[in-house]
Antibody, heavy 119, light 108 residues
Framework: EVQLVESGGGLVKPGGSLRLSCTASGLTVTNVWMSWVRQAPGKGLEWVGRIKSKGDGGTTDYGAPVKGRFSIFRDESRNTMYLHMNSLRTEDTATYYC??????????WGQGTLVTVSS | SYELAQPPSVSVSPGQTARITCSGNAFPRKFAYWCQQKSGQAPVLLIYEDNKRPSGIPDRFSGSSSGTMATLTISGAQVEDEADYYCYSTDDSGNHSVFGGGTRLTVL
């Protein structure tokens, strides 16, 4: 069974950096496409970015609000996907979810990890 | 950047039909998907590829698409259906996913 567990959230000052982890079981992170989605408190879902499988080139794409500041990468040995966030802003405060679309009718989400950007 | 537009809220009485719309310029070239999110929980996929329902999703949930608008219909809405509903899709490049702003469904 697929499970996704996020970690690494916490309180960080504006301008700071943070790395989130999404550790997977039941799948190999390098063989699939995975993404990050965030949700600010009381707000809607927002797509953050996606990494393609190694076989599809392993390329990444990002939403406009985070492009150039956030990056997604993977560690095959730890079967973990990461979201590295730089130059954090107060508007990046959100719960960050990792997501895996196994098939058109099957989507797995982690439980989320909360990032708070505040001085 | 590409956007999907949803009404912020929809309200129906129990047993009535609720319709939630989602408009986007890439429809119908790109599929619409719908998910439900209850308070404090991760989203759950309700509809994929415009009108298909994953196993385990009650058949009162259905999806349709016409032109640049996709619609989620809940026939005979129940109190337990109170939740936030999001449509999502991709832009024409297929490289960027996007979520609609979400619709809060109230059933009372």
């Amino acid at each position: 069974e697929v499970q996704l567990v996020e970690s690494g959230g916490g309180l960080v000052k504006p301008g700071g950096s943070l790395r989130l982890s999404c550790t997977a079981s039941g799948l190999t992170v390098t063989n699939v496409w995975m993404s990050w989605v965030r949700q600010a408190p009381g707000k809607g879902l927002e797509w953050v970015g996606r990494i393609k499988s190694k076989g599809d080139g392993g390329t990444t794409d990002y939403g406009a609000p985070v492009k150039g500041r956030f990056s997604i990468f993977r560690d095959e040995s730890r079967n973990t996907m990461y979201l590295h966030m730089n130059s954090l802003r107060t508007e990046d405060t959100a719960t960050y979810y990792c997501r895996f679309v196994a098939a058109a009718d099957t989507v797995y989400w982690g439980q989320g990890t909360l990032v708070t950007v505040s001085s | 950047s590409y956007e999907l537009a949803q009404p912020p809220s929809v309200s129906v009485s129990p047993g009535q039909t609720a319709r939630i719309t989602c408009s986007g310029n890439a429809f119908p070239r790109k599929f619409a998907y719908w998910c439900q999110q209850k308070s404090g929980q991760a989203p759950v996929l309700l509809i994929y590829e415009d009108n298909k329902r994953p196993s385990g999703i009650p058949d009162r949930f259905s999806g349709s698409s016409s032109g640049t608008m996709a619609t989620l219909t809940i026939s005979g809405a129940q109190v337990e259906d109170e939740a936030d509903y999001y449509c999502y899709s991709t832009d024409d490049s297929g490289n960027h996913s996007v979520f609609g702003g979400g619709t809060r469904l109230t059933v009372l």
